[in-house]
Nanobody, 125 residues
Framework: VQLQAFGGGLVQAGGSLRLSCAAS????????MAWFRQAPGKEREFVAR????????YYADSVKGRFTISRDNAKNTVALQMNSLKPEDTGAYYC???????????????????WGQGTQVTVSS
């Protein structure tokens, strides 16, 4: 499976962006999907996760109520709708896939086997 993320850009604080990640080369519905982000000089951090059929979602506390993760298994895509953006949301955003049926720690980068390239999100104050 290969993942390609897109949709990043420059937005003012309080604005919105929608990121998308397209998967190819495998069975997308067998994968739990997640978004992570990484600011300059900082470690990559968990943002959101969605289960294989989209019944359950998980969010970092810092984005709860502002971000929404969703997926379309017919189109092999996962999206991250980001509202009320803040300057601290700035960073490179990565989509990732988990091939396991369960998880040990869904917020850990080690849980995920496949990564897309990052798409940059910059929020100006």
């Amino acid at each position: 499976v290969q993942l390609q993320a897109f949709g990043g850009g420059l937005v003012q604080a309080g604005g919105s962006l929608r990121l998308s990640c397209a998967a190819s080369g495998g069975t997308f519905s067998n994968l739990a999907m997640a978004w992570f982000r990484q600011a300059p000089g900082k470690e990559r951090e968990f943002v959101a996760r969605i289960t294989r059929v989209g019944r359950t979602t998980y969010y970092a506390d810092s984005v709860k109520g502002r971000f929404t993760i969703s997926r379309d298994n017919a189109k092999n895509t996962v999206a991250l709708q980001m509202n009320s953006l803040k300057p601290e949301d700035t960073g490179a955003y990565y989509c990732a896939a988990d091939q396991n049926a369960g998880y040990a720690d869904y917020s850990s980068t080690s849980e995920y086997h496949i990564w897309g390239q990052g798409t940059q999100v910059t929020v100006s104050s």
